[in-house]
């Protein structure tokens, strides 16, 4: 399991994000969110003959 509090800290080093204090635990809350989004898409079981299209067109 990643630790969502420790992705945003370095994440915002990485990229030298200034990240405020107060605007931290939104920041987190947002990220929790967003993990829990991408696990039903990453969790999802596709069927063997899907295949990835070679463009993606919008």
């Known amino acids: 399991m990643i630790n969502i509090e420790e992705y945003v800290d370095r994440t915002a080093e990485l990229i030298n994000l200034p990240l405020h204090p107060e605007?931290?635990?939104?920041?987190?809350?947002?990220?929790?969110?967003?993990?829990?989004?991408?696990?039903?898409?990453?969790?999802?079981?596709?069927?063997?003959?899907?295949?990835?299209?070679p463009v993606f067109e919008p």
Request: aromatic share 6%.
């Open 23 to 53: 605007h931290r635990p939104g920041v987190v809350v947002n990220f929790e969110r967003i993990a829990a989004i991408a696990q039903l898409v990453t969790e999802f079981p596709l069927p063997p003959e899907i295949e990835a299209a």
